[in-house]
DNA sequence: CTTAGCACTCCACCTTTAGGAGTGCCAGAC
DNA sequence: GTCTGGCACTCCTAAAGGTGGAGTGCTAAG
């Protein structure tokens, strides 16, 4: 593990390495290196090379007598230093808006989102969704189901629609529901979910004689849906089965806690989040993420935008072996798509009612 | 194959065969069938009967030298006349009451009714979601969002919240849309999703002057969302990783073909919709659904209703070999659950405004 | 009609055996 | 020095036997 400084022969050779194992999926032999990238040293030097790199631990035989894979380290290298970064075919491009068609709401967009991360890396594609903490409050609706079943209705300004149904404990009619939700959203339009919040909170804890019955039942009824606010399924996964395709992937027990991983979502929620964070194209290299259900895979992450401020995180995950180079470049379009749709509209909602 | 009816002995035989195997999963043997099961007659005769079976197309051998495996034929048959229907344990069913919590709306209702299926089957959970065209027209409620962008808020009498987000020619004040809302609403509100559509039609189709420009406008907004009634993605799937732990799905051929019809859906819908019209516990054994990604699959599927009517179907996938017996109780009882949790506050919806 | 016995079949598992791909190292060439 | 050809060695893979067990079908006797 002697840090020497590669020399540029060395990092060309683990280029090329790399490259074709992310091809081939198999070990790389130094006479079929010399091949394939038409290298103009010889087989045996090219395997003093690679002893040299593997005492530095970015490769690694599967056994004595295998060719060469490349490790968690290899890669990191890799995309940290060797990646060049082609752009994107004008025609993936194309093809990338085609299918994210502007006017939409921020849902439907969100799923299209994935379903294309996943159709055009061939791998699984994950958005997780804008919290609603970081958008802004549009309007309350209060609608009678039935005696004592009220569903409330939530819009954030950004178009997306939450409900939930609640018992209130007295019945209601139709108007003083009306009243109430015009009383609450007069109160509150526009301000961010955390403000309205902390002023809910404040409210109830005051428990002012002074505040209406009326406005009090509204308060405590937008409470109860505001209250959830962490709840839901923040998160959209498509394509899992795309990750059968890879043998490298086939052991069942692998297998099996990585689609766990995906059902719990758990472990990629934090991972999101934690990219989120830190803004930009990020690059989990299999146990770097420190999940142990993600550890044969890697995931590539970028953060989307509404109205330039990053509200949530959308990635690829595929087998480590994965071209880091392609599907950078899909996850950054199709960030920068979603963004761009999801702005398109978040504009000032007017609620001059 | 000659249809000779089974003997007594025979039946019994067939019972404990297929019991065997869906505990074992393997081919069993005239000895260990007789251990097992502390039959009175010897392997040997043990071994004629099964003979007979097999001609009968019952059951079958992988090869000449190993056990017998039931048929789908013979599936069809212990599931038909021989199966013992014990009603599942006090304890599950508390369970899965619990876990079942009636004070929901139909959508978290739903979710939970898939994740209860797979979760305590141990096999894959799907959950029809009803369609909207045969549940009842509640509000209509308009929103603006930005400029041109108009966000249609639709309510179903049971509860069901669907939104979209439409873009008018002209900009509308909120005041108007409240208005075109409002008489929307007085119009149509309690009539079915059907017959709201077919008026609408008509009403587009008339391009009556004397309609109010506003009016004309609600309406056209509203078939705007009508007219995608049938779209959304009505099916909610839980716990397909639960079928990686069957052996005989290991086939990766297979694997990937049904988790690409869990993830297209089609197939599972149209056999959903196919058992809805039929009403009661269905069994699609193996290729009986008709369905190839589905073939080395059995489905079981039941009803469920809102006040009396079915508006839906929950079901269980797994491999062929399943413990019918208990995934017939455990989907019945939840079909059951369900229908009670859905409508006890699916009540006339009071609309008073 | 049932049963014990027996020959037979076929799979599953293990071992063996090549064959090949690849390495490491050394000694000579540039 | 650095590169290269050569060579012995390692280890995997795939195919080829070999063995044992589980199970069957058949037959002949109870």
Redesign the pocket.
Known sequence: MSMVALTP?SERLLKALIEQYIVEG????????VKQASL????????????DL?EMGLIR????????VPTELGYRLFVNTLLTSQPLEAVDIRDLEEQLPSHQDPQHLIEAASGLLSQVTKLAGVVRVPRRAHSGFLQLEFLNLSAHRVLVILVTQGGQVLNRVIQPKRRYSSAELQEAANMFNSAYAGRSFEEVRRSLVRALEQDSEAMQKLMRSAVEMAHEVFGESAEGDPLVVSGEANLLAFPELSDREKLKRLFDAFNAKQDLLSLLDQSMAVGGIQIFIGGESGYESLEPCSVVTAPYEVDGKIVGTLGVVGPTRMSYNRVISIVDVTARLLSGALTHHAGHGTNDA
């Open positions: 022969r198999q070990p790389v032999g130094s006479r079929s290196l103009e040293f010889s087989p045996a030097t090219v395997r003093n090379i690679m002893a593997e035989s599967p056994h004595t007598s295998a060719g060469r």
